[in-house]
Nanobody, 128 residues
Framework: FQLQASGGGLVQPGGSLRLSCAASGFTLEYYTVGWFRQAPGKEREAVSCIDVRTTSTKYVASVKGRFTMTRDNDENTVYLEMNSLKPEDSAVYSC??????????????????????WGQGTQVTVSS
């Protein structure tokens, strides 16, 4: 079982990146998924999450309107499209799986405590 985040890099302020969270060995669509980030010297914070069985998402206030989280069940991957990036968005971004459901929808949470399986992160640096 593996969860791997990728797509990070160096981008100028105002630029865009798309992060991927790919699962192998299990089916990601049956789990709530969260994106989190941690900047040097700061605590990890939730960025966004996506429900099971629906496309409903939640975002932390600082990224609302700029970031979009989606699923591609055929690719067994969750994406985080990040636009209008700011230097304060610089951090290591990680994805994690939360609650499992085969049939019922489950609302996701931005609480880190709701997530139990974490993948390795990808570095995002926003700088001119």
């Amino acid at each position: 079982f593996q969860l791997q985040a990728s797509g990070g890099g160096l981008v100028q302020p105002g630029g865009s990146l798309r992060l991927s969270c790919a699962a192998s060995g299990f089916t990601l669509e049956y789990y709530t998924v969260g994106w989190f980030r941690q900047a040097p010297g700061k605590e990890r914070e939730a960025v966004s999450c996506i429900d099971v069985r629906t496309t409903s998402t939640k975002y932390v206030a600082s990224v609302k309107g700029r970031f979009t989280m989606t699923r591609d069940n055929d690719e067994n991957t969750v994406y985080l499209e990040m636009n209008s990036l700011k230097p304060e968005d610089s951090a290591v971004y990680s994805c994690a799986t939360g609650h499992f459901s085969l049939a019922s929808s489950i609302e996701c949470s931005l609480s880190e405590d709701e997530y139990s399986y974490w993948g390795q992160g990808t570095q995002v640096t926003v700088s001119s």
